[in-house]
């Protein structure tokens, strides 16, 4: 039976959960746990716990069938469990025993000393960092976070730090008067302890002696037989009789005057640890709720690890009678000692209320039933044991246990006697909310008698709904299922070439003993085991035969399953890999995207060089047209502006042949990409698969292959006549350009084609239309106008022209 929880007076509990519903009753229920090993169950969950006191609350853990509780319980775990599996987990603060302390503290007139109230400074400080790690995951984990309580004021921190050190010694800073006190004590010790000396120095054969001390009072050795010896009071003697202790009678006032000091000293010891325990006693009901909550978090967090390392999830909890459903379940003890575990998938239907288990032994029938049991003993615990999503465990008000040999000498019981004695009680108490766990069933005695008494025992539980998991190697239960509902068959399976066993579970198929296989493995003698086969009933060789058929099949699906599963790893493989190149391909295409776009930037930068360079002959040509005396020299100019327009348009032809494009829906009015000059309008066609493009006010010859059209775009009306550089044998230049809609390269081109045409056609302003937007193209403009020498002003149009959306600039005459 679960021990009560071990109160230590008033303080906090030191085992049980104060929220904790009662657990199940009965000594039976405690004899199925210790059967079960509950308790080393429990040992490896408390293993996670930060501190002894955590360690303790989950030890006095026992099953209860409350569900509500188990509820909140499991999903509070799930929660923390979590944080766990994201890597930020709650990290706990342990907690120091202060369980007398608190008691004591609750007391009116009693006094703590110095190492009670390191403890409960101990106290404070977990509980403020248990309660701010609460806080902090308040959003991720509300129920956990509902442990939080009022912590006192941290002066009560403050004082306890400057009054104590860590091994509970009052400090000097703990009060003025302690400080004098101890200054005065050690004043009259030195003055003491200097005119023993200098007593001492003028004794008869003093030696190396020195001042020690005997019954609280300061002496000096002398030799019993000196002849001169300083008069005094004997305190003490050697253990030879030959040295005497000795006060001296002068310095016995310095001697009184010393304890008179540390009398002093002490009271106002007594007065500091007083005030303090004063100080803690209107905040113990707080005291005593955060130390409580400190050890339930503890209790909370090594419970929600020991979760997340053994890969458990929330079961869901349902009133018994109920479905029985573990899916990847596995035995808690064998987890916790590092071995391999076999995982099981484990389902009780709401009309199948018995599973009779088959199989050789050493197949593991027993562990599979001890770990059922010890994982709803777990789940009733607030423990999540270690199974899968999606299981269903109904909550048991009693859980009964016969496995292993209860044979005892002293009682007078055999070993079926025992079993008879167990199984009486199972039968008597049994209901459709228990829980009963029956290993090798109706052995021990003759197997007929045996198997009719098991069988009937196993019908009687499973007509009264008791949820049962029994193991055997009679063939008779094993006909059970056929005859009876509610009764279902399984097995743990057997490799029958290698005899050794699996450990897998089946359900819905009895398993064969192998007993005649593992003799003849072991050697016996081939005669001895024929003789043995003939021997066996026709019925059992045939069901036999049957079971050793229905493992054949078996494994022949099993074998084919796996191919397919190969297959199916081959194929998700392969699918990985074309996954993989597509991302490659795509990496690649990203990048050549990238390279197209340097070199668009580097195109456009070259194109702006070779507009520079032409915009510089366009100058030379003026300059020498209105310097021209001559009309010959003014055709000379003439044509070296021609020269230089038209070297500039091949420059910007040949940076466009090397950009994509497609010429198939390319008209007139048609907006396009140019790539190295911008964006600009067709406005003629040419029968050479050429176009002319106006860009700003800047006419460009392109390949018609080598534009891009804008989608929905169509031909925008002209804001001034366009200004024709080439192919005419005269300039005409607008007073106005219109830049909306261009990018900032294109904007600043255009605009200085513009203004070379403004300049070539001796126009005394021109009006540039950038637009208000996002100021990038004005930008752009004012800086081109302000580094131009051929601007002599600039700025920005009226407010009934345009504003800040137009700049209008005067040109040098």
Known sequence: MATEPVRLSDGVQGSTDPGTPSSLPGARMSAALETLEFTRALEAVAGFAAGPLGVGRILARRPTADLAWIRDELTRVEEVAALCRRKTPIVVEPVPETGSALARLRVEG??????????VRGLLRAARLNAAELRRVADEAPLAAELVVLIPDKALDRRLESALDDDGQLLDGASPALAGARRAVQSARARLIRKLETILRAAEGAGDAGVTVRGGRYVIPVRRDARQRPAGIVH?????????????TAAIELGNALREAEAAEEQERTRVLRELTALLRPCWEDLRAGAEMCVRLDDLVARAR??????????????APAPLVILNGRHPLLLAAGETVIPFDLSLGSAERTLVVSGPNTGGKTVLLKAVGLLGALAQSGIIPPVGAGGQLPVFTQFFADIGDHQSLA???????????????????ADDATLVLLDEI?????????????????LSLTRRGTTTLATTHLGTLKTLPERHPGVVNASLQFDAETIRPTYRFEKGVPGRSYGLAIARRLGIDDGVIAEAEADVPRAARTLDALL???????RTLEAGEAALAARDAESEALAARLTAARAEVEAREGELRRRERDAERRAREQARTHLLEARQLVEDALGAARSAVDEGAARDARRLLEEGITAEARAVAAVEDEERGTGASVAVGSRVRTGATGIGEVVELRGDGRAVVMVGGLRVVVD???VEVLAGTGPRPPAADPVRLAHHPTVEAPLEVDLRGMTGD????????????????????????????????????????????????????????????????????
């Open 411 to 429: 009682a007078n019981l055999s070993t079926f006697s025992a079993h008879l004695a167990a199984l009486r009680g199972i039968l008597t108490q």
């Open 704 to 706: 018609t292959r080598q």
């Open 442 to 458: 109706g052995s021990g005695t003759d197997p007929a008698e045996g198997a009719a008494l098991a069988g009937a025992a196993l």
């Open 236 to 248: 003490d003697e050697s253990a030879s009789h030959g040295t005497l202790f000795l006060e001296p």
């Open 746 to 813: 294109e904007a600043e081109m255009a605009a200085l084609a513009a203004l070379d045409a403004a300049v070539l056609a001796d126009r005394p302003y021109l009006r540039i239309i950038h637009g208000k937007g996002t100021g990038v193209v004005r930008a752009r403009v004012q800086q081109l106008l302000n580094r131009d020498p051929r601007v002599q002003s600039h700025g920005f149009a009226p407010s009934n022209q345009g504003g800040t959306g137009a700049t209008v600039a005067e040109l040098r005459p």
């Open 306 to 319: 020991y979760a997340a390392a053994v890969e458990g999830f929330r079961p869901e909890m349902l009133a």
């Open 110 to 119: 009693s006094v703590l000393d110095g190492p009670e109230l390191v403890r």
């Open 548 to 554: 050793a058929d229905a493992e054949r099949r078996a």
